[in-house]
């Protein structure tokens, strides 16, 4: 079986040589590249098109959740795993909603990030075992929501967050002020957002639009 390919993202030398000692003990597994630097980090990726990227989220210079994007640009088919010090809510919250597939805790044993690895690998999402089933449920729904959004809907979404009045979005798109108050009403009940800030922090977390 072709082992799964892994490029290893840390700045911390210690820490990165640690994980691919640990990583290089199991035949499943084989690390493709390593960094401790962002943009080449990047041209690693970019080149060797891992299936699976483990991405440290305190990155100096630009955040793990900042390279999140990047990464899905040059490497699509990429799976992101972080990996963080911090095992509370919010930053699992954080990295999910910005595209992340994985979210493992450093101090984690080395089979919970091997099941990590092999889960995202294989489509699956990883999150800690502290942290509720609900954030998961909650993310894969939103996913879901969001992917039912037709494309009029998701350019009335942009264009709104982008800070554009429905009169210019209306021009923009060749449809009526009242067209464009209905798809926004459709698109706030898809995803179960109440107003136009909430609209936006919506989007920022998941790409849409940045700030």
């Given at each position: 079986?072709?082992?799964?390919?892994?490029?290893?993202?840390?700045?911390?030398?210690?820490?990165?040589?640690?994980?691919?000692?640990?990583?290089?003990?199991?035949?499943?597994?084989?690390?493709?590249?390593?960094?401790?630097?962002?943009?080449?980090?990047?041209?690693?990726?970019?080149?060797?098109?891992?299936?699976?990227?483990?991405?440290?989220?305190?990155?100096?210079?630009?955040?793990?959740?900042?390279?999140?994007?990047?990464?899905?640009?040059?490497?699509?088919?990429?799976?992101?795993?972080?990996?963080?010090?911090?095992?509370?809510?919010?930053?699992?919250?954080?990295?999910?909603?910005?595209?992340?597939?994985?979210?493992?805790?450093?101090?984690?044993?080395?089979?919970?990030?091997?099941?990590?690895?092999?889960?995202?690998?294989?489509?699956?999402?990883?999150?800690?075992?502290?942290?509720?089933?609900?954030?998961?449920?909650?993310?894969?729904?939103?996913?879901?929501?969001?992917?039912?959004?037709?494309?009029?809907?998701?350019?009335?979404?942009?264009?709104?967050?982008?800070?554009?009045?429905?009169?210019?979005?209306?021009?923009?798109?060749?449809?009526?002020?009242?067209?464009?108050e209905t798809y926004r009403t459709q698109i706030m009940n898809k995803l179960g957002i109440q107003d136009?800030?909430?609209?936006?922090?919506?989007?920022?977390?998941?790409?849409?639009?940045?700030?």
């Open positions: 079986m072709k082992p799964i390919e892994v490029v290893l993202v840390d700045d911390h030398h210690l820490v990165r040589n640690g994980l691919v000692a640990l990583l290089g003990l199991h035949a499943e597994i084989k690390v493709v590249g390593d960094s401790g630097n962002a943009e080449e980090a990047l041209r690693i990726i970019g080149e060797r098109q891992p299936e699976v990227v483990l991405l440290d989220i305190a990155m100096p210079g630009m955040t793990g959740f900042q390279l999140i994007g990047r990464i899905q640009e040059i490497a699509e088919n990429s799976r992101i795993i972080m990996l963080s010090m911090h095992a509370d809510q919010e930053h699992v919250n954080s990295a999910l909603g910005l595209g992340a597939h994985g979210y493992v805790v450093k101090n984690a044993a080395t089979e919970e990030l091997i099941l990590a690895i092999r889960t995202v690998r294989h489509g699956g999402i990883w999150i800690p075992s502290g942290i509720s089933r609900d954030v998961l449920n909650a993310y894969l729904e939103r996913e879901r929501k969001s992917r039912e959004l037709t494309a009029r809907q998701a350019a009335v979404l942009a264009m709104t967050v982008e800070g554009k009045r429905t009169k210019e979005i209306a021009y923009e798109l060749g449809i009526s002020v009242k067209t464009v136009i800030p909430g609209l936006v922090r919506y989007a920022i977390r998941n790409g849409i639009c940045e700030m």
